[in-house]
């Protein structure tokens, strides 16, 4: 089956303005800023009480502390998001952080909550912080990696989806 969905900045667009999920789309990545967390998990309740599956796209999840990333884990706790996921929007994510964020939503969020994976090319790393966390990955939980053809995306590019799918087949 097919799922198609949508990313929205809740500082950018009203939630409320929504009244039910169109028929193929019932997906939704709210993408924010840190200091728009609690904005976002307003619209996420809002979202999902009309419907949708939603998503939470901390940007730049480099820039959170350890405790940051456990109130952002408690906050989807309480909600119960579809999905969690590591955005390494500027590309800034080391090995190590991505395992150690990695680390911290697996043993804080709720086991049923995926956790997705979105990396940019800046430092060359997506193809392996993308290994890295599906070989980290325990059995009990979902995870999402994005990808995208060729890895069009905002410059540098994205997990070439190639790259992924060839790791994933071996």
Same mark, same amino acid.
């Given at each position: 089956?097919?799922?198609?969905?949508?990313?929205?900045?809740?500082?950018?667009?009203?939630?409320?303005?929504?009244?039910?999920?169109?028929?193929?789309?019932?997906?939704?990545?709210?993408?924010?800023?840190?200091?728009?967390?609690?904005?976002?998990?307003?619209?996420?309740?809002?979202?999902?009480?009309?419907?949708?599956?939603?998503?939470?796209?901390?940007?730049?999840?480099?820039?959170?502390?350890?405790?940051?990333?456990?109130?952002?884990?408690?906050?989807?706790?309480?909600?119960?998001?579809?999905?969690?996921?590591?955005?390494?929007?500027?590309?800034?994510?080391?090995?190590?952080?991505?395992?150690?964020?990695? $680390? /911290? =939503?697996?043993?804080?969020?709720?086991?049923?909550?995926? !956790?997705?994976?979105?990396?940019?090319?800046? #430092?060359?790393? %997506?193809?392996?912080?993308?290994? $890295? /966390? =599906?070989?980290?990955?325990?059995?009990?939980?979902?995870? !999402?990696?994005?990808?995208?053809?060729?890895? #069009?995306?905002? %410059?540098?590019?994205?997990?070439?989806?190639? =790259?992924?799918?060839?790791?994933?087949?071996?």
């Amino acid at each position: 089956e097919t799922e198609f969905g949508v990313m929205l900045r809740p500082d950018r667009f009203d939630v409320s303005k929504l009244e039910t999920p169109p028929e193929h789309c019932m997906i939704i990545r709210i993408a924010f800023y840190q200091k728009d967390m609690h904005l976002a998990i307003d619209s996420a309740q809002t979202l999902k009480s009309i419907g949708f599956d939603v998503f939470l796209n901390p940007i730049a999840t480099s820039t959170y502390s350890d405790e940051d990333l456990a109130t952002l884990a408690t906050e989807a706790n309480e909600l119960t998001p579809r999905g969690v996921n590591i955005v390494d929007t500027f590309g800034a994510l080391s090995r190590q952080r991505a395992h150690e964020v990695y $680390d /911290i =939503l697996d043993k804080e969020l709720r086991p049923e909550i995926t !956790i997705g994976a979105h990396t940019h090319q800046n #430092m060359d790393l %997506s193809f392996t912080i993308a290994q $890295d /966390i =599906l070989e980290q990955k325990p059995e009990s939980r979902d995870l !999402i990696i994005d990808g995208s053809l060729y890895g #069009m995306g905002r %410059s540098p590019g994205n997990l070439p989806i190639e =790259l992924i799918a060839e790791f994933l087949n071996d």
